[in-house]
Protein backbone atom coordinates (compact mmCIF):
# COMPACT_ATOMS: atom_id res chain seq x y z
CA UNK A 1 0.00 0.00 0.00
CA UNK A 2 2.88 2.57 0.79
CA UNK A 3 4.10 1.64 -3.03
CA UNK A 4 0.76 3.19 -4.27
CA UNK A 5 0.73 6.23 -2.38
CA UNK A 6 4.41 7.12 -3.18
CA UNK A 7 3.36 6.57 -7.09
CA UNK A 8 0.26 8.68 -6.38
CA UNK A 9 2.22 11.20 -5.11
CA UNK A 10 5.20 11.68 -7.98
CA UNK A 11 2.36 11.39 -10.29
CA UNK A 12 0.73 14.58 -8.26
CA UNK A 13 4.18 16.72 -8.71
CA UNK A 14 4.93 15.31 -11.95
CA UNK A 15 1.33 17.17 -12.74
CA UNK A 16 2.21 20.15 -10.73
CA UNK A 17 5.80 20.47 -12.43
CA UNK A 18 4.00 20.58 -15.60
CA UNK A 19 1.87 22.67 -15.05
CA UNK A 20 4.01 25.49 -13.57
CA UNK A 21 6.18 24.76 -16.82
CA UNK A 22 3.46 25.31 -19.05
CA UNK A 23 2.03 28.75 -17.07
CA UNK A 24 5.95 30.02 -17.78
CA UNK A 25 5.48 29.14 -21.62
CA UNK A 26 2.47 31.00 -21.65
CA UNK A 27 4.09 34.24 -20.56
CA UNK A 28 4.08 34.64 -16.72
CA UNK A 29 7.46 35.01 -15.51
CA UNK A 30 9.40 32.85 -13.96
CA UNK A 31 10.67 33.66 -10.16
CA UNK A 32 8.80 36.92 -10.21
CA UNK A 33 5.50 37.47 -8.09
CA UNK A 34 2.36 38.13 -9.52
CA UNK A 35 0.51 41.06 -9.27
CA UNK A 36 -2.07 40.90 -6.60
CA UNK A 37 -5.95 40.80 -7.19
CA UNK A 38 -6.20 44.04 -6.48
CA UNK A 39 -4.19 45.77 -8.85
CA UNK A 40 -4.84 43.53 -11.85
CA UNK A 41 -8.68 44.87 -11.96
CA UNK A 42 -9.74 47.61 -13.22
CA UNK A 43 -11.43 50.00 -10.76
CA UNK A 44 -15.31 48.96 -10.20
CA UNK A 45 -17.75 51.65 -11.52
CA UNK A 46 -18.95 54.22 -8.69
CA UNK A 47 -21.76 52.83 -6.93
CA UNK A 48 -24.75 55.26 -6.22
CA UNK A 49 -25.23 56.09 -2.73
CA UNK A 50 -27.85 53.92 -0.74
CA UNK A 51 -31.33 55.16 0.28
CA UNK A 52 -31.38 57.11 3.37
CA UNK A 53 -32.05 55.59 6.36
CA UNK A 54 -35.26 55.59 8.05
CA UNK A 55 -39.19 55.27 7.41
CA UNK A 56 -40.12 55.13 3.39
CA UNK A 57 -43.03 57.25 2.22
CA UNK A 58 -44.95 57.48 -0.97
CA UNK A 59 -45.01 60.68 -2.74
CA UNK A 60 -47.11 61.82 -5.83
CA UNK A 61 -45.77 63.44 -9.02
CA UNK A 62 -46.34 67.09 -8.97
CA UNK A 63 -49.54 68.09 -10.26
CA UNK A 64 -48.23 71.00 -12.55
CA UNK A 65 -45.47 67.87 -14.56
CA UNK A 66 -48.68 66.39 -16.22
CA UNK A 67 -50.12 65.39 -18.44
CA UNK A 68 -47.63 66.16 -21.24
CA UNK A 69 -45.70 64.22 -23.94
CA UNK A 70 -41.92 64.73 -24.22
CA UNK A 71 -42.53 66.35 -28.02
CA UNK A 72 -44.43 69.24 -25.79
CA UNK A 73 -40.96 69.92 -23.23
CA UNK A 74 -37.89 71.71 -24.05
CA UNK A 75 -35.25 69.52 -24.38
CA UNK A 76 -32.81 68.98 -21.82
CA UNK A 77 -30.33 65.69 -22.67
CA UNK A 78 -27.31 64.75 -20.73
CA UNK A 79 -25.18 61.67 -21.08
CA UNK A 80 -25.54 60.87 -17.33
CA UNK A 81 -29.12 60.80 -16.87
CA UNK A 82 -30.04 58.63 -20.40
CA UNK A 83 -28.39 60.23 -22.83
CA UNK A 84 -30.15 60.70 -25.87
CA UNK A 85 -31.77 62.06 -28.24
CA UNK A 86 -32.49 58.69 -30.01
CA UNK A 87 -34.20 57.58 -33.10
CA UNK A 88 -37.51 56.52 -31.30
CA UNK A 89 -37.21 56.75 -28.10
CA UNK A 90 -37.92 59.83 -25.23
CA UNK A 91 -35.70 59.82 -22.00
CA UNK A 92 -37.79 60.77 -19.03
CA UNK A 93 -35.72 62.12 -16.05
CA UNK A 94 -37.37 62.76 -12.45
CA UNK A 95 -36.20 64.53 -9.61
CA UNK A 96 -35.92 64.85 -5.90
CA UNK A 97 -34.12 67.71 -3.87
CA UNK A 98 -31.28 67.23 -1.63
CA UNK A 99 -32.29 65.23 1.43
CA UNK A 100 -34.60 62.69 0.14
CA UNK A 101 -33.60 59.64 -2.50
CA UNK A 102 -35.79 57.68 -4.17
CA UNK A 103 -36.28 53.93 -3.64
CA UNK A 104 -38.34 53.27 -6.52
CA UNK A 105 -39.82 55.76 -9.34
CA UNK A 106 -43.69 54.51 -10.99
CA UNK A 107 -44.60 56.77 -13.40
CA UNK A 108 -47.65 56.27 -15.20
CA UNK A 109 -48.27 57.07 -18.71
CA UNK A 110 -50.15 56.94 -22.06
CA UNK A 111 -49.11 54.98 -24.88
CA UNK A 112 -50.37 56.29 -28.54
CA UNK A 113 -53.20 53.32 -28.45
CA UNK A 114 -54.50 54.55 -25.17
CA UNK A 115 -52.85 51.46 -23.37
CA UNK A 116 -51.98 52.93 -19.95
CA UNK A 117 -48.37 51.82 -18.51
CA UNK A 118 -46.34 51.75 -15.44
CA UNK A 119 -43.05 50.95 -15.66
CA UNK A 120 -41.32 50.78 -12.25
CA UNK A 121 -37.64 52.33 -12.11
CA UNK A 122 -35.09 50.36 -11.09
CA UNK A 123 -37.12 46.91 -11.21
CA UNK A 124 -38.55 46.98 -14.46
CA UNK A 125 -36.61 49.69 -16.07
CA UNK A 126 -34.55 53.27 -15.92
CA UNK A 127 -31.75 53.74 -13.27
CA UNK A 128 -31.54 55.50 -10.03
CA UNK A 129 -28.95 57.93 -9.28
CA UNK A 130 -28.19 60.99 -6.93
CA UNK A 131 -26.21 63.91 -8.62
CA UNK A 132 -23.57 65.98 -7.33
CA UNK A 133 -25.43 67.93 -5.22
CA UNK A 134 -26.76 65.22 -3.61
CA UNK A 135 -30.36 65.09 -5.49
CA UNK A 136 -31.88 61.51 -6.32
CA UNK A 137 -32.39 61.22 -10.09
CA UNK A 138 -34.44 58.70 -12.02
CA UNK A 139 -34.34 58.03 -15.69
CA UNK A 140 -35.72 55.71 -17.83
CA UNK A 141 -36.00 55.36 -21.91
CA UNK A 142 -39.86 54.57 -23.57
CA UNK A 143 -41.17 54.86 -27.22
CA UNK A 144 -41.72 58.42 -28.21
CA UNK A 145 -45.12 59.80 -27.94
CA UNK A 146 -46.20 58.36 -24.79
CA UNK A 147 -48.19 60.80 -22.63
CA UNK A 148 -46.97 61.61 -18.91
CA UNK A 149 -50.39 61.33 -16.76
CA UNK A 150 -48.91 60.72 -13.08
CA UNK A 151 -47.04 58.56 -11.14
CA UNK A 152 -45.85 57.66 -7.62
CA UNK A 153 -42.60 57.23 -5.78
CA UNK A 154 -40.96 55.69 -2.91
CA UNK A 155 -38.70 57.79 -0.85
CA UNK A 156 -36.46 57.66 2.14
CA UNK A 157 -36.26 61.19 3.50
CA UNK A 158 -38.60 64.40 3.22
CA UNK A 159 -40.03 65.56 -0.01
CA UNK A 160 -44.02 66.37 -0.55
CA UNK A 161 -43.60 65.60 -4.19
CA UNK A 162 -41.40 64.32 -6.94
CA UNK A 163 -40.70 66.26 -10.32
CA UNK A 164 -40.37 65.82 -14.08
CA UNK A 165 -36.76 67.28 -14.06
CA UNK A 166 -36.10 66.54 -17.88
CA UNK A 167 -37.00 65.37 -20.91
CA UNK A 168 -35.16 63.81 -23.82
CA UNK A 169 -37.43 63.98 -26.69
CA UNK A 170 -37.06 61.52 -29.96
CA UNK A 171 -35.04 63.02 -32.48
CA UNK A 172 -36.61 63.42 -35.61
CA UNK A 173 -35.87 60.94 -38.32
CA UNK A 174 -35.08 62.92 -41.72
CA UNK A 175 -37.95 62.36 -44.39
CA UNK A 176 -37.11 60.97 -47.61
CA UNK A 177 -38.84 63.07 -50.10
Same mark, same amino acid.
Do not use: H, K, N, Q
Given at each position: ???????????????????????????????????????????????????????????????????????? $?? =? %?????? &? !??????? /???? @?? *????????????????????????????????????????????? $?? =? %?????? &? !??????? /???? @?? *??????????????
Amino acid at each position: MPRVRADRFRSAVSATAACLLLLGVAGLPRREARPGPSTDRPPAPPVPPAPLPGPRTTIRLAPADAPVRAAG $RE =P %ACAAGL &G !GGPYPDE /DVWV @FG *LPAGARFVAVTPEFVAPDRERVAPTVPTEAGVLTVDGAGGSAAWL $RL =P %AGWTLT &G !GSAAIAG /DADS @FA *LAAVCPASVSPSSS
